[in-house]
């Protein structure tokens, strides 16, 4: 298994800032623009960590310079001027990214087991202000505070944190953690990166779990939010209705894997 990386452990502040000043690219921007970059705040030390490694040409394009970068409390938005390898155009071209780095979080399914069986899993139900309703989601926001083997104790325990928080359910024990890979969820507007994760849970009583979920609100990340435990037999309609990327990527792979069957 690979390690759970999250950018910003890589280098500290002065090594990523003395590889970005050893760039090309840095070199040839403006002193104002260099000077934003040294004004860049502390807790954006993964973006910093993934400029550094950016590599300034590939098979495609060169970079030239930076033009222009801004930022706010989650996201730093950079534009360089670029030169195209197939016929030397200039152009200029911009991402989004996280401020902890590449390697934002971890989105994940919870699956239900009776009896040895798969027999529901539990959705995420939020209300999401750019997308202007309530939608179903995966389960999100799940940060390994540094590099962490994903076979080691302290992922599971952490892991086992983070969904009994989430969750809030009495007696919840995750019995078997399953990998799905990284996606990039929107490779044309961001550098992110997101891993995919499955658990399960054993259930013995299934209106044990909905006496604890049905009904329940929350609103402690900035946004209205409450889960659902849906039964496997409704996973058909249930991808009908569902536009969220996470979700329908984690069902493909879970499917690719032969863990669940449509």
């Not at 730093?76 to 401020?99: H, I, L, M, Q």
């Not at 389960?139 to 969904?163: A, C, K, T, W």
């Not at 779990?209 to 939010?225: E, L, P, Q, T, V």
Request: aromatic share 12%; net charge neutral.
């Amino acid at each position: 298994m690979s390690n759970v990386v999250c950018s910003e452990n890589k280098y500290n502040r002065q090594d990523a800032m003395a590889k970005i000043k050893n760039k090309r690219w840095y070199q040839d921007s403006s002193q104002e623009i260099q000077e934003k970059i040294g004004e860049i705040p502390e807790d954006f030390q993964g973006f910093l960590n993934d400029l550094a490694d950016r590599e300034e040409e590939n098979g495609f394009y060169s970079i030239k310079k930076l033009k222009q970068i801004f930022w706010d409390d989650r996201y730093v938005v950079p534009t360089f001027e670029v030169k195209s390898k197939k016929d030397n155009s200039g152009y200029v071209n911009s991402f989004v990214a996280w401020r902890k780095g590449v390697h934002r979080s971890i989105n994940s399914l919870v699956l239900v087991e009776t009896q040895g069986e798969i027999t529901h899993f539990i959705a995420k139900k939020s209300i999401r202000f750019a997308a202007g309703r309530e939608i179903y989601e995966s389960i999100g926001s799940i940060h390994p505070p540094r590099d962490v083997d994903e076979n080691s104790q302290e992922y599971m325990q952490y892991l086992q944190q983070e969904f009994e928080k989430t969750l809030r359910l009495p007696n919840f024990k995750i019995s078997r953690l399953i990998n799905l890979g990284n996606i990039y969820p929107d490779a044309g507007m961001t550098d992110t990166i997101v891993k995919l994760i499955a658990i399960k849970i054993e259930s013995s009583d299934i209106n044990e779990i909905k006496n604890y979920i049905d009904g329940k609100r929350y609103n402690d990340k900035r946004y209205d939010y409450g889960f659902e435990i849906v039964p496997i037999g409704r996973l058909l309609k249930f991808l009908a209705e569902t536009n969220d990327s996470f979700l329908l990527a984690i069902f493909g792979r879970l499917q690719a894997l032969n863990v669940i069957k449509l």
